[in-house]
C-alpha cells in the first residue's frame, strides 16, 4: 500500500496534464540478490481515446519495440512470460487507475538492466513509452567511499542498501572497526525518485597506520538467510614520513658502490638522488637505488635522497668518501736561473686520506716533509751547486706519486787547477779547462807572437771538447820550452768567456825542472844500461864457447825481468834499439825496447815492468858507430872489445 500512497500525487499531476502519451518511472533502482523489487509506474494518455474492452498493460525487457521481440516481463493479457519471469512477476497497480507499478520477486543479476511499460487501449491505441526504469540488482552493499582519503583528517564513510521490497527490511553493520580510533555510527532512511535506501555512516579520524587496513559493511534481512557483505581496503594520503639510506661510507677509487633510499609515504612518492643541485636518478615507487661504477675522486660528496608525493616531502643525505692514491704533483716548470737568484718551488697534489709531501734533489732530502696537499720550498740565493733535479714525493697508504723539474744555475766561467801546460815530445802540450753554464768558449794567446788561437792550426793544434758544463781546449807547441834571458820557457795566456763573465790566466809551465834532469840522467843511464848488457853478452858468450868449443855465431839476449823485451820472429832483420829510461822520485827504472821494421814482426811486453803505468817518459837515444863484431861471427875478427864508441845524441 505504500506504493499508492507514493502514486496519488502522480495521479493528480496527470489528470491536471495535457492529455498525451506520458509515463512516470524511477531512473534508477536497486535491490539486493534473491529480494525482491517494485518498481513504481504511472502512465496517462490522450483524453480523447476510449478504451476498447478495457485497459491492458505489458512490460518489456531489454527494449521497448514489439516487432523486435523483446523479453515479455508481465502481461496483463495473459500470463505468457519469458521463462525466466515465470512466477516471479505481479502486478500491484490498477491499470484502469493508470497505475502500472510491478513487484519482480526472487530477482538474480541477470534481471539487471531496463525495463518499458507498453499501454494497450485496445484497437490501434497502443502505446509503448520510450521512458524506462533500470535495475540494478546488487550481490553486495554499497560504501560511498570519498575519492581521497587524507591522513588526520577526519572521514565518513556510508554504507547504503536498498529498501524497495515491502516484505523485507534490511539492517547495516560495520565490521573490522575495532582499530580504529573513537568511531561514531550514524544510520539514515533516504527516499529518491520512489525509491528507498537504507544507510549508516561510520566516522572516524585515519593516520597513516590504518592504510592499507580492511573495512566492512554487511546487510542483512532478519528471519532470513540473506546476508551481503563488503569489504574495502583504506587507502590513506599521508606524507613521506621517513626516508631511510645507507650510512655515510668509505670506496676505493675505481671501485663500484650502490646507494639505496626507501621512502614510506602514499602515494608513492616522487624519489630522486641528489648530488649537489644535480639530480642522478629519479623514479616513483617505494624505492631506488643508485649505482656508481667505476667510482672517481670527483664523486665524493654528500648524497641526499629525497621523497615528494605531493602531500609532503622528506629527504636523508649520506656522505660517500673515495680513498685513492696521491696524483702526480703538480710542480713548478724547469727553469734557467742566474747564479744568487732566489726561488720558491710549490708541489700540490691530491689524495684521500691526504698525503704527505717530500722535497728530494738528486735522491737527497731537502727541505721538510709535508703532511698536506701543498709544499713550499725555498732557495735563498742558489749556488751552481743547487743545480740538478728537484723531485717532489707525494705518499700516503694507498700509493705514492712523483714529479720534478730541473733547476739550471747559469755562472760565470772558472778556471779548473787542471789548465797548465806540459813538456812533451814534441813540444810544449798546454791544456785549459774551465767549467761554466752556459759551457765557457776558450782562447789561447800567444802574447810574444800576438797571436790568438780559437781555431784549428796546424802550427798548435788546436783542440777544443765540451763535457756537460765543462770545457776543455788544448794546444802544442813546437818550441821546447828553454828559458829565454831567465823568463818562462813558454808564455801562452788562456781566456775563458760566456754571457755572465770572462777571465783570463797565464797557463804555468809544469814539469820543466824534471825535464831537465830526465834529459842528464837518461843519457848517463842509457850508457850504463848498455855497458852492463855488453859485459853480460860476452860473459854468457865466453862460458859458452869453453864448453862447446865451438865459437857462436850469434847472441841471444835473454829478457832481463827490469826491462821490456821485444823478440822478433825472424831475428835475422834486427834494425834498431831504444832506450827509454824514466826517473821516478829516487828510483831509476828503465825499460828498453825492441822496434823492427818489416812484414813479419810480432812483439809482446815481457818483465815486471810491463805493469807499470808510464808516466811523463822523456827519452835518450844512442847510436852504435863503428862497431866490430866478436871472432867468428860474420867472418870478423874480435879483439875483445864490445863497441869501439858510444855517441849520445
Not at 497505475?99 to 526472487?106: A, E, G, K, R, V
Not at 566516522?203 to 573495512?215: A, D, K, S, V
Not at 551481503?228 to 650510512?247: A, C, T
Not at 673515495?322 to 732566489?342: A, D, F, L, W
Amino acid at each position: 500500500m505504500w506504493c499508492l500512497e507514493l502514486l496519488l500525487p502522480l495521479l493528480l499531476i496527470i489528470n491536471d496534464a495535457s492529455c498525451q502519451w506520458n509515463v512516470w518511472v524511477p531512473r534508477d533502482i536497486s535491490a539486493m540478490t534473491n529480494s525482491c523489487v517494485v518498481i513504481p509506474c504511472t502512465f496517462v494518455y490522450p483524453s480523447g481515446i476510449r478504451p476498447y474492452r478495457g485497459v491492458h498493460g505489458i512490460w518489456y525487457y531489454g527494449q521497448p519495440y514489439p516487432q523486435l521481440y523483446p523479453p515479455v516481463v508481465f502481461k496483463s493479457r495473459t500470463d505468457v512470460v519469458h521463462e525466466s519471469y515465470k512466477g516471479r512477476t505481479k502486478l500491484l497497480g490498477d491499470l484502469h487507475q493508470r497505475n502500472c507499478t510491478l513487484l519482480i520477486n526472487n530477482i538474480g543479476s541477470e534481471h539487471s538492466g531496463r525495463y518499458y511499460f507498453r499501454a494497450d487501449l485496445g484497437g490501434a491505441n497502443m502505446y509503448t513509452f520510450p521512458d524506462f526504469a533500470e535495475l540494478k540488482v546488487l550481490d553486495q552493499p554499497n560504501i560511498d567511499v570519498p575519492e581521497e582519503i587524507v591522513s588526520d583528517e577526519n572521514l565518513e564513510l556510508t554504507c547504503y542498501a536498498p529498501n524497495n521490497c515491502p516484505d523485507m527490511t534490511p539492517e547495516i553493520q560495520w565490521m573490522y572497526t575495532d582499530y580504529l580510533p573513537d568511531p561514531e555510527l550514524n544510520s539514515d532512511y533516504l527516499e529518491d525518485s520512489n525509491t528507498a535506501v537504507l544507510s549508516s555512516t561510520l566516522t572516524f579520524t585515519p593516520r597513516p597506520m590504518h592504510n592499507g587496513q580492511l573495512l566492512g559493511c554487511r546487510v542483512y534481512y532478519p528471519n532470513t538467510t540473506l546476508v551481503y557483505e563488503r569489504l574495502i581496503s583504506l587507502d590513506i594520503k599521508y606524507s613521506p614520513r621517513s626516508v631511510w639510506v645507507n650510512v655515510s661510507s668509505e670506496v676505493m677509487e675505481g671501485s663500484s658502490v650502490t646507494l639505496h633510499c626507501e621512502v614510506d609515504s602514499n602515494p608513492l612518492s616522487r624519489i630522486s638522488w641528489m648530488f649537489g643541485d644535480e639530480e642522478l636518478l629519479w623514479d616513483t615507487v617505494s624505492n631506488i637505488s643508485l649505482s656508481l661504477d667505476d667510482v672517481t675522486p670527483a664523486q665524493e660528496g654528500v648524497y641526499t635522497c629525497v621523497g615528494d608525493n605531493g602531500y609532503g616531502i622528506m629527504n636523508t643525505s649520506m656522505y660517500l668518501a673515495v680513498k685513492y692514491p696521491p696524483r702526480e704533483p703538480s710542480v713548478n716548470e724547469s727553469i734557467t736561473v742566474q747564479e744568487g737568484t732566489s726561488l720558491t718551488l710549490h708541489c700540490s697534489t691530491q689524495g684521500s686520506p691526504a698525503p704527505t709531501l717530500t722535497w728530494l734533489k738528486d735522491g737527497e732530502l731537502v727541505g721538510t716533509i709535508t703532511a698536506d696537499e701543498l709544499s713550499v720550498l725555498e732557495i735563498v740565493e742558489i749556488t751552481p751547486q743547487g743545480d740538478g733535479q728537484y723531485r717532489c714525493l707525494a705518499e700516503n697508504e694507498h700509493g705514492r706519486a712523483s714529479n720534478s723539474l730541473n733547476i739550471t744555475v747559469e755562472y760565470a766561467p772558472v778556471f779548473l787547477e787542471e789548465s797548465k801546460c806540459t813538456v812533451v815530445r814534441e813540444g810544449v802540450q798546454c791544456v785549459c779547462m774551465a767549467t761554466g753554464n752556459p759551457e765557457p768558449t776558450i782562447e789561447f794567446y800567444l802574447p810574444d807572437l800576438n797571436v790568438t788561437i780559437n781555431e784549428t792550426d796546424g802550427r798548435y793544434n788546436f783542440y777544443t771538447h765540451t763535457d756537460g758544463h765543462t770545457s776543455t781546449g788544448m794546444i802544442k807547441l813546437r818550441e821546447k820550452g828553454e828559458r829565454v834571458d831567465n823568463g818562462p820557457a813558454v808564455n801562452v795566456h788562456c781566456s775563458i768567456s760566456n754571457m755572465h763573465g770572462r777571465e783570463s790566466v797565464q797557463l804555468e809551465l809544469q814539469q820543466e825542472k824534471k825535464y831537465m834532469m830526465a834529459v842528464i840522467v837518461g843519457t848517463i843511464g842509457g850508457v850504463a844500461v848498455i855497458a852492463f848488457i855488453i859485459a853480460a853478452v860476452r860473459y854468457v858468450g865466453h862460458n859458452n864457447k869453453k864448453e862447446n868449443g865451438n865459437p857462436r855465431q850469434d847472441v841471444v839476449l835473454e829478457n832481463p825481468a827490469l826491462y821490456y823485451s821485444a823478440v822478433k820472429k825472424d831475428k835475422h832483420n834486427l834494425r834498431k834499439k831504444v832506450l827509454k829510461t824514466e826517473l821516478l822520485g829516487s828510483k831509476f827504472n828503465s825499460i828498453l825496447e825492441e822496434t823492427t821494421q818489416g812484414e813479419d814482426g810480432d812483439y809482446q811486453p815481457v818483465g815486471t815492468m810491463a805493469r807499470l803505468e808510464r808516466q811523463e817518459l822523456n827519452y835518450a837515444t844512442l847510436e852504435f858507430m863503428g862497431a866490430r863484431s866478436r871472432e867468428g861471427a860474420s867472418g870478423r875478427g874480435d879483439d875483445g872489445g864490445n863497441y869501439t864508441e858510444i855517441k849520445a845524441k
